[in-house]
């Protein structure tokens, strides 16, 4: 009896409360994987937004990729590899924002979702590889869990762009402080991607934009996180308790056959 009354005890105290014992299962939809280290140039292009007011550049690029999830799905947490470039310097970026386009006859179309993924997106090393440059293409792996979700119907063709905001400025050689970022090649899709790409360089994307198709595909992955109903304190208790009650009376039955004999 001392037993559950113990049981009780520790179990009110923690009456109304969720404990986080709920799993977080990933489930892949669409994978592009990077083909890092790639030997020569580029292994990445260019996908940037410019913060520095101070005649910064702007959305001066974008990169866009084409994707089609065969049996559909809800994409609410992505990968992708990208990297710094000419130089292969890291620098602050404040955060990604992550856009989904409907197809327009083999580009990118209307806005269907954008979501901003704020911070670094978990930038983790990869390594250095030749691509652009005399130092090559400083790669980094990079995740994020959307806010809103993108609802993929089946076998419908889509387009995704990945674009940092982070501020950078030339010093007095003329090199970038730090280098520009890029989304990495990948494999496993069509083989080409989209770049808007400000032919001036000078921050007015709207009126000095040209589109290039290229023969590359670019590295991401597409899943969605199942998170199953979380395990209430009420639930725990009345399991604890039905087991201590249990236990309790197996325990008198023993000891009355015990005094029988």
């Known amino acids: 009896m001392n037993r559950v009354i113990l049981i009780f005890s520790i179990v009110t105290i923690g009456l109304g409360w969720t404990f986080p014992l709920q799993a977080q299962v990933i489930l892949p939809l669409y994978d592009q994987p990077s083909d890092f280290p790639v030997a020569g140039d580029p292994g990445v292009w260019a996908s940037q937004n410019d913060t520095n007011t101070m005649g ?20 609410n947490y992505l990968t992708w590899q990208g ?58 792996n990079y995740s994020g869990i959307l806010q809103t979700s993108f609802i993929a119907d089946p076998g419908t ?3 995704l762009s990945i674009v940092p905001d982070l501020y950078f400025e030339q010093d007095e050689m003329a090199a970038f402080i730090p280098g520009i970022w890029g989304w990495h090649t990948g494999t496993g899709g069509d083989g080409g991607l989209i770049q808007d790409f400000d032919d001036d360089f ?11 198709a290229e023969p590359f595909d670019l590295a991401f992955s597409l899943n969605q996180i199942l998170i199953p109903e979380p395990v209430s304190a009420m639930a725990w208790f009345v399991a604890m308790m039905v087991g201590a009650a249990f236990h309790n009376r197996r325990s008198r039955r023993n000891s009355g056959r015990l005094e029988a004999v």
């Open 157 to 159: 063709t889509y387009w």
């Open 56 to 75: 910064g550049f702007g959305n001066f690029a974008t990169a866009y990729d084409n994707f089609s999830i065969a049996g559909g799905g809800q994409v």
């Open 202 to 212: 000078n921050g007015s994307i709207d009126t000095a934009t040209e589109r290039f």
């Open 83 to 140: 990297g710094y470039f000419l130089p292969a310097v890291q620098g602050p970026i404040d955060k990604f924002t992550v856009t989904f386009y409907d197809d327009a006859g083999g580009e990118p179309g209307s806005v269907l979702l954008s979501n901003m993924v704020i911070g670094t997106a978990m930038e983790t090393l990869v390594g250095v590889e030749p691509g652009t440059g005399d130092d090559g293409n400083l790669v980094y």
